[in-house]
């Protein structure tokens, strides 16, 4: 998913430069992966309700390599972009169906810290294709990436369905055999199984559609929540900030190549995830999505206030490393909470029978918030100027700050059906399950 988000960054520069398309070409070229996700959002949450998790990600690997493969070979902006489609839908597919998997699979011990993997791994992919982008050959670069593609299809091949999907589909002895896979061969899963059993059906007979996030309490506030929490990660600029990333850079008279920038910035941002991965299931995921919206926002009113004085003509030299450090320490404090925190609670705050649709739901209104963002920024600029626009962005951390304060529940280590009955409102004793 990181590969696929960001190809176009090290590749459609070479594209322009080649002569293979034009700078209008690009921006389409670069925003339909955007559609395709959010197509492939809606999609999934109908297909995981009748598809294994494990089938549809193997499955998502066929045309993730046609894709890679129309990028490397194909010629014209027009197939280009056709190629940039079958990505975001297979976005689309990864966005729901593996943050769903991970949910089920999980012991709630380490929940949040796996779910974070979620987020690691697009950082990481994220790197890897500015690594690649050092070779300076849009050929190799994308072929490089498609090589992620088998790997990911030869080990994956060895994993176990969901333990929760096969008890959905009636496979009780196929669900044990997952469940004790996933455990160890010494962990006595009888108890575990039994509440997978009781969870799936009390929703088997209900038929799960978009108008029960409306009509049932857990739902509608599960469903505020996830969306007022990928709305305020989308809303403090993260896009924006690694687009004017080599602005940034040039800005400050660094002499760091642009494409040495990005791989600096990428390896922060794996180590900053991968930080967050463990301080999860320690810290909190209330705390981490506070902390970070706040120094967040401390990081975009120093950037705001640099471009602001340099756009009135005042001498900013003395101040000249104040863009470089706001940017990386933002990015830092990005990955430690923002970032992975909305798909952590995501994946936790949902009862079993609604959870896939609520993911695909969720995950749309994200590729759209990201969209969004990414194309009014120019025209806020433009008219606002740099400086007040990023302050803007920093406001909008403080109004998440808020949000979360108010209605984010703490879910760390909590069992997802003792969340679920907190957010329909049962008064019931919160619970923590430890790993044995």
């Known amino acids: 998913?990181?590969?696929m988000v960001s190809w176009s960054s090290p590749v459609t520069p070479l594209l322009i430069k080649s002569h293979r398309i034009t700078k209008d070409e690009e921006s389409w070229i670069v925003s339909t992966v955007n559609f395709g996700a959010i197509i492939g959002c809606l999609l999934a949450g109908y297909v995981n309700k009748y598809v294994g998790r494990k089938t549809v990600l193997l499955s998502l690997c066929v045309p993730e390599m046609i894709s890679w493969l129309m990028l490397a070979f194909c010629e014209g902006a027009i197939l280009l972009c056709l190629a940039r489609f079958l990505s975001g839908l297979c976005l689309g597919f990864i966005c729901v169906t593996t943050p769903l998997y991970i949910a089920e699979i999980a012991q709630p011990c380490v929940r949040g810290a796996l779910a974070t993997f979620f987020q690691l791994f697009i950082v990481i992919g994220i790197l890897f294709t500015f690594i690649l982008g050092i070779l300076q050959d849009a050929l190799w670069i994308t072929l490089g990436c498609s090589i992620v593609v088998l790997v990911f299809f030869a080990l994956f091949l060895w994993m176990p369905e969901s333990p929760v999907y096969l008890t959905m589909v009636s496979r009780p002895k196929a669900a044990a055999a997952s469940l004790q896979w996933l455990r160890g061969r010494d962990y006595d899963i009888y108890a575990?199984?039994?509440?997978i059993e009781a969870v799936v059906q009390e929703g088997r007979d209900v038929e799960v559609t978009y108008g029960d996030f409306i009509s049932d309490a857990a739902s509608f506030r599960g469903i505020i929540i996830a969306m007022g929490l990928f709305f305020f990660q989308q809303m403090c600029g993260i896009n924006v900030v690694i687009f004017y990333m080599n602005t940034v850079f040039e800005t400050a008279g660094s002499t760091i190549s642009p494409t040495l920038?990005?791989?600096?910035i990428?390896?922060?941002q794996v180590l900053a995830t991968a930080l967050s991965v463990y301080m999860m299931d320690k810290a909190g995921r209330r705390f981490l999505f506070i902390f970070s919206q706040a120094a967040c926002s401390?990081?975009?009113i120093s950037l705001g206030t640099y471009f602001f004085l340099k756009s009135r003509g005042n001498d900013v030299t003395p101040i000249g490393w104040l863009p470089v450090a706001s940017v990386a320490v933002f990015l830092i404090m990005f990955a430690f909470g923002s970032g992975?925190?909305?798909?952590?609670?995501?994946?936790?705050i949902f009862s079993k029978n609604i959870a896939s649709l609520a993911l695909s739901l969720v995950t749309?209104?994200?590729?759209?918030?990201?969209?969004?963002?990414?194309k009014v920024y120019t025209s806020l600029e433009a008219f606002m100027g740099t400086g007040p626009t990023f302050w803007m962005f920093a406001a909008w951390c403080w109004v998440g700050v808020t949000f979360c304060c108010l209605l984010m529940p703490e879910t760390k280590g909590r069992p997802q059906e003792d969340i679920v009955d907190e957010l329909r409102g049962c008064k019931k004793k919160q619970t923590s399950s430890s790993c044995p």
């Open 1 to 3: 998913m990181g590969e």
């Open 192 to 195: 575990e199984i039994r509440v």
């Open 261 to 264: 920038a990005t791989v600096i």
């Open 266 to 268: 990428g390896i922060v």
């Open 298 to 300: 401390l990081c975009l």
């Open 340 to 348: 992975p925190v909305p798909w952590a609670i995501t994946s936790e």
């Open 364 to 374: 749309a209104v994200h590729w759209l918030l990201a969209f969004f963002v990414t």
